[in-house]
């Protein structure tokens, strides 16, 4: 991926699809790159995905996150910081500016483009999308930019940073905007299969859409007493929820060529020995456990190969999700279905037999007589699942399941990314002050 060093703050001004040789080469597309206003809204739609897959799906964040929730082993280079505990300014900056410049600017774009034109699929995805990045971005950095953003044509380049509660309430109102959009009768264009997740299906959007919702909502169980009745009820919303079969899984689809790989697979063949995958907590649980899983999440398996998918949302997840809802409701018959399909669900994504697995005392959701046995054999199985997904790292934070050990003595397991050295270079003074690795972000208090 291309190096970016410019101000998150200023990044409207500069209109441009910064994908990168690789994804440059995957859209293939007969469009100037740096013109996103003049290019047609299907090309600025597979742009978006694409690098949506590269860089949350890209070392940058689940193999930095990793480290911090024991899943790997950083053992060189800024991973051997990392797992130290030391992440600085500098290492973040690449993540930041693209999340901004290439993904967010150019949905902002598109947004505008369809709006005007009443384009409602394109407005609708738009939105679902930017409700998408912009929930990963603030579970990692806590207050960011969006309200005061994207204005450089405005020649406004230095933008406020949103408390994270309101950027939370923003990821809402896009969801359900985005919702009524996908649920009109479709005009203009429809992008087909340059909608590398759905194929231009509305259908199939309005589901993403309505299980995104319940991983937003269940994020909030630390400030809301109601969260979990909110998922539940959310469940039932027209249009139904992922369920990999009529409505799959949402998932970037890499190709088997090196420059349109899967960027885990990339980093591995380029950075040899900078992350080690074996001997970690998470891989040791999982082997005495004899979890057949395990020899699919290690090098040359299902997470490592050029083709392996960036999983944005899934089944399986949100099967757990819905498990840990009803276990927090009281409703222990509930929590088990969906808590036993989440764990199925992980093993045939990856193509592991699971045979007996459910029936191990370790495992059986009977074996778990009290609630919070229950909420943490719902949280580690999940933890197994979501495996080189940086949503862990969120669940993580907050549950304080499954219990982890800080892999340096008296220091604390980070509990937030640093913000990165552009902003701090060029946005200093809205940037928020007084913040530490250790510093909560706004649910996690």
């Not at 009443?118 to 679902?128: E, L, P, Q, S, T």
């Not at 990045?133 to 230095?158: E, H, N, R």
């Not at 933890?383 to 669940?395: C, H, R």
Request: hydrophobic residues 40%; negative net charge.
């Amino acid at each position: 991926m291309k190096r970016i060093n410019i101000s998150a703050a200023a990044i409207g001004l500069t209109l441009m699809l910064t994908l990168g040789a690789g994804c440059k080469k995957y859209l293939d597309v007969n469009t100037d790159p740096d013109r996103p206003v003049d290019a047609p809204p299907a090309a600025i739609l597979t742009g978006v995905e694409v690098t949506t897959g590269f860089v949350l799906g890209g070392a940058d964040l689940p193999l930095a996150t990793g480290v911090l929730t024991n899943v790997v082993t950083g053992a060189s280079q800024q991973y051997e910081s990392y797992e130290e505990y030391q992440m600085v300014a500098d290492n973040f900056t690449n993540a930041w500016g693209s999340v901004y410049q290439g993904i967010l600017n150019n949905l902002s774009e598109l947004r505008k483009m369809s709006d005007e034109k009443k384009w409602y699929f394109y407005n609708g995805v738009g939105k679902i999308l930017t409700a998408y990045v912009l929930c990963t971005t603030t579970d990692m950095w806590g207050d960011i930019p969006y309200s005061d953003a994207f204005k450089g044509l405005s020649f406004q380049f230095k933008a406020k940073f949103d408390k994270q509660e309101d950027v939370y309430k923003t990821i809402d109102a896009l969801i359900t905007s985005g919702l009524t959009d996908l649920h009109q009768p479709q005009l203009g264009p429809n992008p087909g299969d340059n909608d590398v997740l759905y194929g231009g299906d509305p259908d199939k959007w309005i589901a993403f859409a309505n299980s995104f919702r319940l991983r937003v909502l269940i994020h909030l169980v630390k400030r809301d007493p109601n969260a979990a009745q909110k998922v539940i009820a959310a469940a039932a919303a027209p249009g139904g929820l992922i369920d990999n079969d009529q409505l799959p899984d949402a998932q970037i689809n890499f190709l088997n060529d090196p420059t349109r790989a899967n960027p885990i697979q990339q980093f591995n063949e380029q950075r040899t020995g900078y992350v080690e995958y074996d001997n970690t907590f998470l891989i040791n649980s999982m082997k005495a456990l004899n979890d057949k899983r395990v020899s699919k999440y290690l090098p040359g398996g299902f997470y490592d190969s050029r083709n392996s998918p960036m999983l944005m949302l899934t089944s399986y997840e949100v099967n757990f999700i819905l498990a840990e809802a009803y276990a927090r409701a009281g409703n222990t018959a509930q929590a088990k279905s969906f808590y036993e399909a989440g764990v199925l669900g992980s093993f045939a994504k990856v193509g592991a037999d699971a045979t007996g697995y459910l029936a191990k005392p370790e495992v059986s959701f009977d074996a778990a007589t009290t609630p919070a046995a229950r909420l943490n054999l719902i949280m580690t199985q999940k933890y197994y699942a979501m495996y080189l997904q940086s949503e862990s790292f969120t669940d993580w934070r907050r549950t304080g399941l499954p219990v982890l050990t800080s892999k340096n003595g008296t220091l604390e397991i980070p509990r937030r990314l640093p913000y990165p050295q552009s902003e701090l270079s060029y946005n200093k003074e809205n940037v928020p002050g007084n913040i530490t690795l250790l510093t909560k972000v706004w649910w996690d208090q």
